[in-house]
């Protein structure tokens, strides 16, 4: 008979590729050596180190996808399985990845120049330079097509545009050298992505305060962009016009995210699995009574599914064949079961939840971001609505 490995219940790892396991187990080793180490500092202190995107950098974590500029050019589920091991140690630290690989990386090679390609491409893969996106005010969050910010011609400045306006609750912005900005034309009300170079922004256009005091993904740092007549030359704009440009990015970053938080529900398993094995109330472990089985049930399960459902559509994405309904339905689901299988785990550890040493918290707490961030939930819903319907509800 074959043993049931509650690690990999449905046997997902028969569906990976050798060079994929291979990625996920450099991927894992750091991550577990050197990220886990460190995060109950980070979170308690709200610090993002950032050579935690060097050291990815170095191992090939960043813009893993991509083909070209040196950059690894891995199957999407590859790049799944880098965001399932980073988000098994903290979904903050998968964030930091993310937007530097499918959120700066991904636009430039999608809709970049050549010369920005091979300008920026090198650098941000090497983790050298840090990327941000820039898309939600502070007006408008999950309807980013009302967007207030705006690029006009520079009225002193031959082949700059002049940007004005303010992104709110921006991963990595603090810290970024490479700030991607979505605006509209103010001639043609068209959006548009501009690459504004920190260093070369007059002193007082560009600011990125930290947003303090999160009580979410404190180990990934946030903050504000404000432009103030920002002037940013002609050949930094991206060459795509509409929401289609941030959304395309989008599919990739939401898919990472789906496979990502599986590595956060499978180590809130781990670690409510061993605590109910040691844990003894009325002459026996908690792993003994039912209510504590149906919870690791439960999370076991949609732990399971939620992987097979990334690697397929990873599998579809790679070969053209991805609807973005099918993005927003993982983002959703697995996002959901995520949270609501660290909440129902954290239950396990008792009065022991409160401690941040059970780590159970901290995924509870990055899951809810994580739920909201990158189209809430309840947006997907909708999404996937309009595909069943036919009828776009939002408005
Ligand atoms: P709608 O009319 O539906 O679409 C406008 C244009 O965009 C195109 N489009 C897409 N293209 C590619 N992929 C997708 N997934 C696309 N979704 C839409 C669409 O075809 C159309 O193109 P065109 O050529 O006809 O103009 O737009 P709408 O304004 O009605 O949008 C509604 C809605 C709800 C779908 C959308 O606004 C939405 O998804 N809202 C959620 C906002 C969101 O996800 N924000 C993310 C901010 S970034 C972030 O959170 C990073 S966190 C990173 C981290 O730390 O990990
Ligand atoms: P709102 O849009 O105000 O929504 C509030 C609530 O109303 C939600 O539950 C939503 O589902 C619901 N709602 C809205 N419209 C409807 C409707 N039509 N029907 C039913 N319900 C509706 N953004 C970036 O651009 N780049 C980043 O790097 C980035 N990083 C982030 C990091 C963190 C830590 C956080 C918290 C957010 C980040 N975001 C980033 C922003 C994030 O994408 C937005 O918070 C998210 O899209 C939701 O927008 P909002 O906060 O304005 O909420």
Known sequence: TIKFDFQDPLSSKELLLPEELEIQETARAYCQERLLTGVLDGYRDEHYDRNILKEMGSLGLLGATIPTHGCAGVSSVAYGLIAKEVERVDSGYRSGMSVQSSLVMGPIYEHGTSEQKDKYLPLLRDGVMVGCFGLTEPNHGSDPGSMETTAKPHPSKKGFYSLSGAKTWITNSPIADLVLVWAKLQETGKIRGFLIERDRCPPGTLETPAIKHKNGLRASITGMIHLDDCPVPEENMLQVEGLKGPFSCLNSARYGIAFGTM?????????????????????????????????????????????????????????????????????????????????????????NAASDEYHIGRHVANLFVVQTYEGQSDIHSLIIGKGITGIPAFS
């Open 263 to 351: 590595g956060a529900l499978e180590d809130c398993i781990e670690r409510a699995r061993t605590y109910a094995l040691d844990r003894k109330q009325f002459n026996n472990p908690l792993a003994k009574y039912q209510l504590i089985q149906k919870k690791l049930s439960d999370a076991v399960t949609d732990a399971a599914y939620g992987t097979l459902s990334a690697i397929q559509v990873g599998r579809l994405k790679d070969r053209g064949m991805v609807a973005p309904e099918m993005i927003s339905m993982i983002k959703r689901q697995n996002c959901d079961r995520a949270l609501v299988g660290a909440r129902a785990l954290q239950e396990i550890f008792g009065g």
